[in-house]
């Protein structure tokens, strides 16, 4: 099959199916100028960010863990929702759409997308570590660490940290919609962070037609039905942009 007549054939079982399910990760917000943690930019000042995102770091320097926070809020403030945000809200127009994401920087409503679930939080969001009340909080600059008006505690982003576990609600949403899912979309994730490395297979085995969008092939590339190499940016549009449908 050439890649034509595969982009064909994916287009139309979107086209086909009730409602598109979508798993993002890091990958689709770096054409927005977000870093990935695992490609270049993936270093804040000397530290790994992945040494950075762990409940560890947060016990033993919290001030450390949140001007990296703070920094990455910054940068994020920054960015614009890319092509690939903008073609998966405007698919809406033609069919549900469910974006499972890892991301925590909030492109994807920006974008406009609806119904989003953030299975690692949310960067723009903060958590008591000793009552657990949430609050939203946007600040750019703040002094540090925050503390919790209600009980004096410790404030800490409400994102999830590698080595702790997803929301138990979530996570049962995530695990619904991949397992009803006639066609799901993988984009811009590494498929070494777990759970959600194995969402695809879940989904696969439960019957889902599974494409992974990504620059590089990927651990889980074997399990599912096909891999588009290629920008996020440039690829999405491309499946799911239906200028015939909105003509008639
Ligand atoms: N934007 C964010 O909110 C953000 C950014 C970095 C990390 N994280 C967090 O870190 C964890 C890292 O896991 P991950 O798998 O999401 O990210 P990752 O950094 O491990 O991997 C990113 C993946 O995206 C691919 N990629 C890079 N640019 C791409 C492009 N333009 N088009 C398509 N694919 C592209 C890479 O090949 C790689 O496979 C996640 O759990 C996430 O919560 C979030
Ligand atoms: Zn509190």
């Given at each position: 099959?050439?890649?034509?007549?595969?982009?064909?054939?994916?287009?139309?079982?979107?086209?086909?199916?009730?409602?598109?399910?979508?798993?993002?990760?890091?990958?689709?917000?770096?054409?927005?100028?977000?870093?990935?943690f695992?490609?270049?930019?993936?270093?804040?000042?000397?530290?790994?960010?992945?040494?950075?995102?762990?409940?560890?770091?947060?016990?033993?320097?919290?001030?450390?863990?949140?001007?990296?926070?703070?920094?990455?809020?910054?940068?994020?403030?920054?960015?614009?929702?890319?092509?690939?945000?903008?073609?998966?809200?405007?698919?809406?127009?033609?069919?549900?759409?469910?974006v499972?994401?890892?991301?925590?920087?909030?492109?994807?409503?920006?974008?406009?997308?609806?119904?989003v679930?953030?299975i690692?939080?949310?960067?723009?969001?903060?958590?008591?570590?000793?009552?657990?009340?949430?609050?939203?909080?946007?600040?750019?600059?703040?002094?540090?660490?925050?503390?919790?008006?209600?009980?004096?505690?410790?404030?800490?982003?409400?994102?999830?940290?590698?080595?702790?576990?997803?929301?138990?609600?979530?996570?049962?949403?995530?695990?619904?919609?991949?397992?009803?899912?006639?066609?799901?979309?993988?984009?811009?994730?590494?498929?070494?962070?777990?759970?959600?490395?194995?969402?695809?297979?879940?989904?696969?085995?439960?019957?889902?037609?599974?494409?992974?969008?990504?620059?590089?092939?990927?651990?889980?590339?074997?399990?599912?039905?096909?891999?588009?190499?290629?920008?996020?940016?440039?690829?999405?549009?491309?499946?799911?942009?239906?200028?015939e449908?909105?003509?008639?």
């Amino acid at each position: 099959m050439t890649d034509r007549d595969l982009i064909r054939n994916i287009r139309k079982r979107i086209m086909d199916s009730k409602k598109l399910v979508v798993l993002t990760g890091a990958g689709i917000s770096a054409e927005s100028g977000v870093p990935t943690f695992r490609g270049e930019g993936g270093l804040w000042r000397s530290y790994r960010a992945t040494d950075l995102a762990t409940p560890q770091a947060f016990s033993k320097n919290p001030v450390l863990v949140w001007e990296f926070y703070l920094w990455r809020r910054r940068l994020i403030s920054k960015c614009k929702p890319n092509p690939a945000h903008l073609a998966l809200a405007g698919f809406e127009s033609y069919k549900p759409v469910l974006v499972i994401t890892q991301n925590i920087d909030g492109l994807h409503q920006k974008a406009g997308s609806r119904n989003v679930l953030e299975i690692h939080g949310s960067i723009w969001r903060v958590r008591c570590v000793k009552c657990g009340r949430l609050r939203d909080d946007d600040r750019l600059e703040m002094d540090l660490p925050p503390v919790c008006s209600l009980c004096g505690g410790l404030e800490r982003p409400d994102v999830v940290w590698f080595g702790e576990s997803l929301d138990e609600g979530i996570l049962k949403g995530a695990l619904d919609a991949l397992m009803s899912a006639e066609v799901l979309l993988i984009v811009g994730t590494s498929g070494v962070v777990e759970p959600a490395a194995s969402f695809g297979r879940f989904a696969a085995s439960h019957g889902a037609y599974v494409v992974e969008v990504n620059l590089e092939r990927t651990p889980q590339s074997p399990y599912y039905a096909c891999t588009i190499l290629g920008r996020a940016g440039e690829v999405l549009p491309e499946l799911l942009t239906f200028e015939e449908i909105s003509q008639k």
